[in-house]
Structures are given as structure tokens and as C-alpha cells.
């Protein structure tokens, strides 16, 4: 098993940055990548961007390409989400997840893990 807990969700204003983290704990070894995922009120959750594990590369939604950067710690079993020139629009619940296999890293059905998720307000 492997725990995830998020933290750094908040209420901003459009135009400003936050920075998520994800710590990973339990069974970390079993990781093949990590990602995050929102969901905002009345949508499906939707794929942000995602990191491998053990080369660090990484993948975006077009809609936060430029704006977000995720990264990992390794050594923390940690990974982080910074977003910036947040729109009210990214206004969401974040959650972040863990995947064993290596699968579609922008699919929700390939991630194992779940954290509890944190709250993303941006206003205008």
C-alpha cells in the first residue's frame, strides 16, 4: 500500500502562484509515476500532469501547459505541482496519485493510489 497526502491548496487571486506537495509513504518503491488530477464542482475529474518516477519526465494537460510545473523528490518521496498565473478556471479540488504499472499516465483508471485531495480557489 501507499499512502498520499497532499497539502498548499488555498484561496488566491487570478494572476497568482501556489505551490502543491504530495508525501508518499508505505510501499514508495512500487511507484512507477505520480500525477495530479482536479475536479472541479459539477465536472469529472480531469488529468493535470504527471511525473515518472525514475527519469523525472513529465506530461501536461494542454490547458495547464506553460503555467504548471510538476517535479519530484525522490530522496522525500515527495512530488510538487507549482502553479502559476492561476486562473479562476483552475478553481478546483487537486487530488494527487500514484501509478505501479507504467500505464496511460493521463487515465485516471491507471492510478492505484489516491490522496484525500486539497482545495484550489482562485478568484477574479
Known amino acids: 500500500q501507499v499512502q498520499l497526502v497532499e497539502s498548499g491548496g488555498g484561496l488566491v487571486q487570478a494572476g497568482d502562484s501556489l505551490r502543491l506537495s504530495c508525501a508518499a509513504s508505505?510501499?514508495?518503491?512500487?511507484?512507477?509515476?505520480m500525477g495530479w488530477f482536479r475536479q472541479a464542482p459539477g465536472k469529472e475529474r480531469e488529468f493535470v500532469a504527471a511525473?515518472?518516477?525514475?527519469?523525472?519526465?513529465?506530461h501536461y494537460a494542454n490547458s495547464v501547459k506553460g503555467r504548471f510545473t510538476i517535479s519530484r523528490d525522490n530522496a522525500k518521496n515527495t512530488v510538487h505541482l507549482q502553479m502559476n498565473s492561476l486562473k479562476p478556471e483552475d478553481t478546483a479540488v487537486y487530488y494527487c496519485a500514484a501509478d505501479r504499472l507504467g500505464r496511460q499516465t493521463n487515465n485516471q483508471a491507471s492510478y492505484d493510489y489516491w490522496g484525500q485531495g486539497t482545495q484550489v480557489t482562485v478568484s477574479s
Open positions: 508505505g510501499r514508495t518503491f512500487s511507484i512507477y509515476a
Open positions: 511525473v515518472m518516477w525514475s527519469d523525472g519526465s513529465t
